[in-house]
C-alpha cells in the first residue's frame, strides 16, 4: 500500500522545527510552549486526515477512526517530547509514521473493522520534570500526583491535575510502535527493520564512597584515605565487570561529584551513579550483584566507607508473541526480512504491556547516534518501516 514519503519527511521537519535550539537539536519539554505548539501541529494534522481528536487529562492527544465491530482499539504512535539537543525522530517517527499509516489506509480501504487510533504521547523522557513514562503510566492508571511545579505547569495548559485519573484505558486490544534503533547493532549487521523482542530491564544506583579530605601536600600517599582514588577502581569494576558478561550486559556510569572539589585538598567523599542494563532479569540481578560484591571488596581493601543507594528499577519486559509474529509476516509481506533484537533503551511500550499487547519495529540508526542532533535514519529506510506498519495496521484492523 503506498505512502508518500515526501509527506512523511515533512512532517517530521516541521516537529524538529518546533523547539529549535540554537545549538542544534529540539527541546520540547513537558508542558513547554513548544511541547504545546507540536500536540497543536499533531493535532491538526490527525483532523486533516478524518480522525476524531480529543486530549487526555495529562495532555496525551489521540487521533480515532471508529471501527464497525465493537472492540477494543489497535493504537500506534509515540511520545512528542524531547531531551535537551534531542534529534529529529525519536518520538516523532512513531506520531508521524502511525499518522502515515492510518491515513493511507483509510484513503484506500476505507472505514476499519476495528477501531485505529495514533496516539501522541505527552512525555517520556523526564527532561523537564523527574517524571519517565508520565503519559505511558497514566493510560495504564499508575501515576502519581504531580508536585507542585509540575501541576502548575498542567493548569497553565488548561489540564486538572485532580483528574489525572480519568486518563487511564482498558479498551486497548494492542499497541504497536515505529522506532529508531538508537543504537548501530542493526546498522552494523546490515539489517533494515528488526523486530523487537524485549526491552532491556534496568536499575540505577547511587554509589557515596566517604573517605577523608587532607592536604594534598602535605599528606603521604600511604597514609591517604583517597575517595576518589576508591571510587575510580569502583568505575572501573563497573565496566571491566560488563565487558566480561558481554553483550547484551551493558553498564554505565553517568554521573560523578567530587567533594570538596578542590585542586590541593584530597577528595573526602565522592557520588556516582551507575545505570545497568540487561534483557533477562535474572541476569540483570547477577549483574547488579557483582557490581555490589566488588565495589564493597574495592571500598575495605582502601579503607573507604561505601553505601549503595537504589534509585530506580524496572524490570525486563517482552513484547507480546503475538504481536511479534505479526510484525514479522507484516514485513515479509512487504518483502523484508527481519531480525529479532532486544531493546537497550526504554520506551512507552514496556509501561503499556501491563494493560495490553506491545510489539516494536526498528529501522536502523545511522551511526547509532541518538538523542543528539546528529540523529538520522536513511530516508528509505523510514519509508519501509512506514509501509510495514501499514501492513501490521491493515492486518490487525481489516
Known amino acids: 500500500m503506498g505512502i508518500d514519503p515526501r509527506l512523511l519527511e515533512r512532517r517530521l521537519d516541521e516537529l524538529y522545527a518546533i523547539g529549535a535550539e540554537p545549538g542544534g537539536g529540539a527541546y520540547r519539554p513537558l508542558y ?61 517517527l512513531g506520531i508521524v509514521a502511525g499518522l502515515t499509516a492510518v491515513e493511507a489506509l483509510l484513503k484506500e480501504k476505507g472505514k476499519p473493522r476495528r477501531t485505529l487510533e495514533v496516539v501522541a504521547i505527552c512525555e517520556e523522557e523526564g527532561s523537564r520534570f523527574a517524571t519517565n513514562f508520565w503519559g505511558s503510566r497514566a493510560i495504564i492508571g499508575a501515576i502519581d500526583a504531580p508536585e507542585a511545579e509540575m501541576a502548575e505547569a498542567m493548569r497553565e495548559r488548561g489540564l486538572d491535575p485532580a483528574r489525572i485519573a480519568t486518563a487511564a484505558r482498558d479498551d486497548i486490544d494492542t499497541f504497536v510502535e515505529l522506532h529508531i534503533e538508537q543504537g548501530a547493532v542493526l546498522e552494523s549487521s546490515g539489517g533494515t527493520l528488526a523486530v523487537v523482542s524485549a526491552i532491556v530491564g534496568t536499575v540505577h544506583l547511587e554509589l557515596a564512597v566517604t573517605g577523608r579530605s587532607d592536604h594534598a601536600g602535605t599528606t603521604p600517599m600511604d597514609l591517604r584515605l583517597d575517595a576518589l582514588a576508591g571510587a575510580a577502581a569502583m568505575v572501573q569494576a563497573v565496566e571491566s565487570i560488563a565487558k566480561s558478561l558481554g553483550r547484551p550486559a551493558v553498564a554505565t556510569v553517568g554521573k560523578l561529584e567530587v567533594e570538596p572539589d ?26 547488579e550483584e557483582r557490581v555490589r ?100 495496521l491493515e492486518l490487525m484492523a481489516y
Not at 551507575?274 to 540481578?285: E, K, W
Not at 528499577?313 to 509474529?325: G, T
Open 293 to 392: 560484591s566488588l565495589c564493597d571488596t574495592i571500598s575495605q581493601e582502601r579503607g573507604v566507607r561505601l553505601s549503595i543507594r537504589t534509585l530506580q528499577e524496572k524490570p525486563p519486559v517482552a513484547m507480546h508473541p503475538d504481536v511479534r509474529a505479526l510484525l514479522a509476516r507484516a514485513a515479509k509481506e512487504c518483502g523484508l526480512q527481519t531480525a529479532e533484537m532486544v531493546s537497550g533503551a526504554g520506551h512507552d511500550a514496556q509501561i503499556l504491556a501491563a494493560r495490553c499487547k506491545v510489539g516494536m519495529l526498528f529501522v536502523p540508526s545511522i551511526g547509532g547516534r541518538s538523542h543528539c542532533p546528529e540523529e538520522s535514519t536513511s530516508p528509505k529506510h523510514l519509508e519501509l518501516g512506514t509501509q510495514v506498519l501499514v501492513k501490521a
Open 32 to 92: 513547554g510552549a513548544a511541547w504545546a505548539t507540536a500536540v497543536e501541529r499533531v493535532e491538526r494534522w490527525l483532523k486533516d486526515a478524518g480522525l476524531k481528536t480529543r486530549r487526555d487529562a495529562v495532555g496525551n492527544l489521540w487521533g480515532r477512526a471508529e471501527g464497525t465491530d465493537n472492540g477494543k482499539s489497535i493504537v500506534t504512535g509515540s511520545h512528542i517530547d524531547t531531551v535537551r539537543h534531542g534529534g529529529r525522530l525519536d518520538g516523532a
Open 262 to 287: 578542590q585542586i590541593n585538598v584530597v577528595p573526602g567523599r565522592v557520588v556516582f551513579t551507575v545505570d545497568l542494563r540487561h534483557p533477562d532479569l535474572a541476569g540483570r540481578r547477577a549483574l
